[in-house]
């Protein structure tokens, strides 16, 4: 390179401003923060042997799916590989957050952990309640405000053949639960506390599922299936227009709806399902291997019997 001889075309001052925006924009290209559904743990999962999985998305029906996927599997198309390849992101990205929200409304989590000086009780007591806070704001604050406290603390998410291994900054997290200005530190050497999720990947139907096990799903909201949803609500409203005399029976249903006489029959069946496993299906409580072909496959009108071969919990 070699400083040229005339006048520079574009004044110092913008080129300034133009290069900042090209700087800010190819970090948000890789961060993900500017995509349209940001990933929540972009550069922050990894697996046991140091592969790390980014954020990718399929499109089925006009519906995104987005995933995290090991490089290693990318890199490598067609070897085996152990463990999981991919992962559902909001399945990843919930247990994450449960898992920092768990540990942080915890008052003896948090005094354990965060809380330096034990012989002074009220500033353990603000720091419990702090922490409570952040808990909820956690789960109920926005995408941004979510995406900021866990670029902040976390320092890497480890999957394992057991579960899920969230390792946090353990000063960042004093630091955001006092809201105290972040220190600057060498974080290859600051301290980690270690989250245990335990899980396993489920396979239902055409879908892939991260399922909380044991203590780690307690408080975690479900994830609604549409299809057995869909099914359930149909089968519901038709019901009620037959038992109305407004429909007679599937003949009428079908021509109504256009749909298959035999598929209008099937569907039918799940009017009468157990009333707690409607609610379970609706609150996305359902057993995750589930599919709307179990719900209508010769359904036992004996409601304990539905609840055994199904997979919900007995009643």
Same mark, same amino acid.
Request: aromatic residues 6%; proline residues 4%.
């Given at each position: 390179?070699?400083?040229?001889?005339?006048?520079?075309?574009?004044?110092?001052?913008?080129?300034?401003?133009?290069?900042?925006?090209?700087?800010?924009?190819?970090?948000?290209?890789?961060?993900?923060?500017?995509?349209?559904?940001?990933?929540?743990?972009?550069?922050?999962?990894?697996?046991?042997?140091?592969?790390?999985?980014?954020?990718?998305?399929?499109?089925?029906?006009?519906?995104?799916?987005?995933?995290? *996927?090991?490089?290693?599997?990318?890199?490598?198309?067609?070897?085996?590989?152990?463990?999981?390849?991919?992962?559902?992101?909001?399945?990843?990205?919930?247990?994450?957050?449960?898992?920092?929200?768990?540990?942080?409304?915890?008052?003896?989590?948090?005094?354990?952990?965060?809380?330096?000086?034990?012989?002074?009780?009220?500033?353990?007591?603000?720091?419990?309640?702090?922490?409570?806070?952040?808990?909820?704001?956690?789960?109920?604050?926005?995408?941004?405000?979510?995406?900021?406290?866990?670029?902040?603390?976390?320092?890497?998410?480890?999957?394992?053949?057991?579960?899920?291994?969230?390792?946090?900054?353990?000063?960042?997290?004093?630091?955001?639960?006092?809201?105290?200005?972040?220190?600057?530190?060498?974080?290859?050497?600051?301290?980690?506390?270690?989250?245990?999720?335990?899980?396993?990947?489920?396979?239902? !139907?055409?879908? /892939?599922?991260?399922?909380?096990?044991?203590?780690?799903?307690? !408080?975690?909201? !479900?994830?609604? /299936?549409?299809?057995?949803?869909?099914?359930?609500?149909?089968?519901?409203?038709?019901?009620?227009?037959?038992?109305?005399?407004?429909?007679?029976?599937?003949?009428?249903?079908?021509?109504? /709806?256009?749909l298959d006489d035999r598929y209008v029959s099937r569907i039918l069946r799940c009017a009468f399902l157990a009333p707690d496993m409607v609610d379970a299906i609706l609150k996305g409580r359902q057993p995750p291997?589930?599919?709307?072909?179990?719900? *209508?496959?010769?359904?036992?009108?004996?409601?304990?019997?539905?609840r055994q071969r199904l997979g919900f919990a007995a009643k």
């Amino acid at each position: 390179m070699y400083a040229g001889e005339h006048a520079g075309i574009v004044p110092r001052e913008l080129w300034d401003k133009v290069q900042e925006r090209l700087r800010t924009n190819n970090y948000g290209h890789r961060s993900g923060s500017r995509a349209k559904e940001p990933s929540l743990l972009v550069g922050l999962v990894y697996d046991e042997r140091g592969n790390r999985f980014t954020p990718s998305h399929t499109v089925k029906n006009g519906k995104r799916y987005r995933y995290y *996927v090991s490089q290693a599997a990318i890199k490598h198309p067609g070897s085996c590989h152990q463990g999981p390849v991919r992962i559902p992101a909001g399945e990843l990205e919930t247990a994450a957050c449960s898992a920092l929200h768990s540990f942080l409304k915890s008052a003896t989590n948090v005094t354990d952990a965060l809380v330096v000086r034990r012989k002074n009780a009220d500033s353990s007591q603000d720091t419990i309640r702090a922490a409570a806070a952040l808990s909820k704001r956690l789960l109920f604050g926005s995408p941004a405000e979510r995406r900021a406290f866990i670029r902040t603390v976390v320092s890497r998410i480890v999957v394992r053949s057991e579960g899920l291994e969230v390792l946090v900054r353990k000063e960042a997290l004093r630091n955001s639960v006092r809201q105290s200005p972040a220190r600057h530190r060498n974080q290859s050497s600051e301290p980690l506390l270690s989250l245990r999720i335990n899980t396993h990947l489920a396979v239902g !139907g055409r879908e /892939t599922r991260l399922v909380l096990t044991g203590d780690s799903a307690e !408080g975690i909201a !479900g994830r609604p /299936t549409h299809s057995l949803i869909k099914a359930v609500a149909r089968a519901h409203d038709w019901y009620e227009r037959i038992t109305r005399g407004e429909l007679r029976y599937r003949r009428s249903i079908a021509k109504l /709806t256009g749909l298959d006489d035999r598929y209008v029959s099937r569907i039918l069946r799940c009017a009468f399902l157990a009333p707690d496993m409607v609610d379970a299906i609706l609150k996305g409580r359902q057993p995750p291997s589930l599919t709307v072909h179990d719900l *209508v496959s010769d359904l036992p009108s004996d409601w304990a019997t539905q609840r055994q071969r199904l997979g919900f919990a007995a009643k």
